[in-house]
């Protein structure tokens, strides 16, 4: 195809539904039948990025390889493509803004009055070509939040304008929710109906309702939906809850979704995509013939969405072994020395999860330290990394009070310091060594064994590195640094050789696991997990 089609997802009622895992399970299909497809973010808040956000308010914060701070739907897009996403994916009102503000202070409006329309909205739908002209035949912009917030107005003005100005090239699909009330036994359509309303309020005609519902949806429902929506039936679909979310494009094949998308833009759909690779995958899933546990040991356990791309590469690993990988969700706060017999108990791999901040570090160590004393696998992830090295100082090299410098600015053992080039950044935003960066793996290790490369690309989030000053002690000492950035030296990879697998990265692997092509850290991780529990039954 010579021009890009621009499929636009918005949601009403409520936010939550799952529009990214809808816009995520389109753009599979769609790739499916061999088109390039990208996926994209619109979010409606102020912050520049999720960057500087708590993960207890928008769970965890995905880094693309260009290095952006994004959405936790980019991670759903990237697993379900298994195609790169970058900044350009995701935009905030925030950058909005910040992007018209600095054109005025510029001079770049000659002195006109600047305002929402149509200077706002310009904006907006630049960003939003911006992608499609870089030779993609789908750009799927799914906008965050639900139709009515008063934040939400601008995205929706912008769509809206886009349909008349790419006539024949943009499609709206609707994802809305069609509640179940227990006491009368009833599926009420009303919700539906003015969520639709509103949207059409704003000058948008939905092409595609998809009914996010916990029962099945009758045919006269869906008729009666459509004839008050002013939308075909065919175009009406319902997206039932499913045991996970791998399964929703499937779904929506069945009920024609992608073929529904392809003749509303003129394209013949052929033959329908047999999906094998992603079939095999959840026939592993559904049917696993091991199980394991693993402990996930973290200060936000409460809110799996914080860890939810470490979550999904268990999930991606488990399927290559036929394994289900069943997670201890272990909060650190609570862990200690007293309890982790345990608390712990019953786990066949250790997992200390990333993170910032004092708060839950001691449970952290304890963790380790049991994994690290009980010949138990452990991988731990960026913070979890540096903790692995702390714990060591501690209780190895008998340096008592050595710690990071984030923790304890005067510790007399910085084993963990604050890299070079941060020492004199004080904002928080965007200012950490962030995305993709080269590591060399030393040969004969375990990393370069499960890697089976000695170069390596991995994303990055963090302030703070391995003290190569201690180095020589620590190797002294049984701990090897097994892999490194070739152009500064920072140490990438630690390991603990007379261990029977114990690796701690200061990258961010997960990240880089799809449905596909599962990170092969977490497939090792998952398979010496699994191993140790056959040898200790």
């Not at 005025?104 to 911006?130: A, S």
């Not at 789908?138 to 601008?154: A, H, R």
């Not at 045991?243 to 392809?262: C, R, S």
């Not at 701690?504 to 699994?530: C, D, I, N, W």
């Amino acid at each position: 195809m010579n021009q890009t089609r621009y499929i636009f997802v918005t949601g009403g009622v409520v936010s939550g539904l799952g529009k990214g895992i809808i816009s995520a399970s389109v753009g599979k299909l769609l790739q499916a039948r061999g088109y390039k497809v990208t996926i994209q973010k619109l979010d409606p808040y102020l912050n520049i990025d999720p960057g500087t956000l708590n993960p207890y308010e928008h769970g965890e914060c995905y880094v693309t390889i260009d290095g952006a701070e994004t959405d936790l739907d980019l991670g759903h897009y990237e697993r379900f493509l298994n195609h790169e996403t970058t900044q350009a994916n995701n935009i905030t009102t925030g950058r909005i803004y910040r992007n018209v503000i600095e054109k005025e202070r510029r001079g770049d409006f000659l002195g006109k009055t600047v305002q929402i329309i149509p200077h706002i909205t310009d904006e907006i739908k630049r960003n939003i070509k911006l992608v499609g002209n870089k030779g993609y035949d789908f750009v799927i912009t799914e906008i965050g939040g639900t139709v009515g917030d008063i934040e939400s107005l601008p995205f929706i003005e912008a769509i809206r304008q886009l349909k008349w100005e790419l006539e024949g090239s943009c499609l709206f699909i609707h994802l809305t929710l069609v509640p179940y009330l227990a006491a009368s036994q009833e599926l009420k359509t009303k919700p539906t109906q003015h969520s639709v309303k509103q949207l059409q309020e704003a000058g948008v005609q939905p092409d595609i309702l998809v009914l996010r519902t916990e029962h099945n949806l009758s045919p006269e429902l869906r008729k009666k939906v459509g004839q008050f929506c002013n939308v075909g039936l065919d175009s009406v679909v319902q997206s039932i809850d499913q045991p996970t979310i791998y399964q929703v494009p499937l779904a929506m094949a069945e009920q024609n979704l992608d073929e529904t998308i392809l003749k509303k833009f003129g394209i013949q759909p052929g033959e329908k995509p047999e999906m094998k690779p992603w079939r095999s995958f959840l026939d592993k899933l559904y049917n696993p013939k091991h199980q394991v546990n693993i402990a996930l040991v973290g200060k936000y356990v409460e809110l799996p969405d914080a860890y939810k791309s470490i979550i999904e590469a268990f999930i991606h690993a488990g399927a290559t072994h036929e394994c289900k990988v069943k997670l201890n969700l272990v909060h650190s706060e609570e862990l200690t020395s007293a309890n982790a017999a345990d608390m712990l108990a019953g786990c066949s791999g250790v997992l200390v999860a990333p993170g910032f901040g004092q708060r839950g570090i001691e449970g952290k160590f304890v963790a380790i330290q049991y994994a690290r004393e009980n010949n138990i696998p452990f991988l731990g992830i960026c913070l979890g990394m540096q903790c692995a090295v702390i714990e060591f100082a501690r209780n190895v090299l008998g340096y008592k009070n050595a710690n990071s410098t984030e923790m304890n600015e005067t510790t007399p053992y910085p084993v963990i310091d604050i890299m070079a080039d941060q020492k004199n950044i004080s904002e928080m935003g965007g200012t950490m060594r962030l995305g993709g960066y080269p590591c060399s793996v030393k040969k004969g290790t375990l990393a370069h064994k499960v890697y089976g490369a000695d170069n390596i690309i991995e994303r990055h989030r963090h302030r703070y590195e391995f003290n190569n000053k201690f180095m020589a002690d620590f190797e002294k000492a049984g701990m090897e640094a097994t892999g490194f950035n070739p152009d500064t030296g920072l140490v990438e990879i630690v390991e603990i050789p007379s261990h029977r697998w114990f690796v701690g990265v200061q990258f961010h692997p997960e990240y880089r696991s799809t449905v596909v092509q599962p990170h092969p850290l977490f497939e090792a991780f998952v398979k010496a997990s699994l191993q140790y529990k056959e040898e200790n039954k």
